[in-house]
């Protein structure tokens, strides 16, 4: 089936990856030929707001998408850096991206014989999520809001996995995919970084709580 998009841009930080952002890659895999996800405030300090490396969040959504027809290409993942107090910086670094990726992907990433007015690029993003602000900030781009299916809040499941508070089989059963749980849970649990986050966050919650 022909798409109506040769390139859709999908920007979040994915900490972590949940099934609402798979849905609107989803949607982006159904409606372009390829799609390219920037993960914001890659090449961070682990932090509780940022507990995941590009690495780790790159593999978690790689991993959520099976392409039994073996067009893994089709999915591109790049990392993508804070330019604090920078907005012009950052969209710059976004454009440069986009243009790249863009040129490579409809020369089949091979030799640049077509131009960028070749390619038909679009933004896609959540409609009334923080994911609809870029939709506005990149004109040239025409804008694809999917609409909300239901609220769901990254940071009450980064927060509920770093406290201990939320169970796996919670997270598993709707709001993760399996993938991502067993990363979570299997593997970064048992980590010292995952430890260091933990008594991280109690020591946040301690000093909010005393003022």
């Not at 930080?13 to 405030?41: C, M, N, W, Y």
Request: proline fraction near 3%; charged fraction near 25%; aromatic fraction near 12%.
């Amino acid at each position: 089936m022909e798409k109506e998009f040769d390139l859709l841009i999908f920007i979040g930080r994915f900490q972590p990856f949940h099934v609402e952002h798979k849905r609107i890659v989803d949607t982006a895999l159904e409606k372009a030929k390829h799609v390219l996800v920037l993960v914001g405030s890659s090449g961070k300090a682990r932090t509780v707001r940022n507990p995941f490396t590009f690495e780790e969040r790159k593999r978690m959504i790689v991993e959520s998408f099976s392409f039994i027809d073996g067009t893994q290409s089709r999915l591109i993942v790049k990392p993508l850096y804070d330019k604090t107090y920078n907005d012009t910086a950052w969209i710059n670094q976004v454009q440069t991206i986009v243009k790249e990726t863009a040129l490579d992907a409809v020369n089949n990433f091979g030799f640049h014989v077509s131009g960028l007015n070749d390619a038909k690029i679009g933004l896609i993003g959540m409609a009334k999520d923080h994911t609809s602000y870029y939709l506005k900030m990149f004109p040239q781009f025409e804008s694809v809001a999917v609409p909300l299916c239901r609220e769901m809040h990254a940071t009450a499941i980064r927060e509920g996995f770093l406290d201990g508070t939320m169970q796996k089989h919670e997270l598993f059963s709707n709001e993760i995919t399996p993938n991502v749980a067993n990363f979570m849970y299997n593997e970064f649990m048992l980590t010292d970084a995952y430890k260091q986050l933990r008594s991280e966050l109690e020591h946040v919650r301690a000093y909010k709580k005393a003022w």
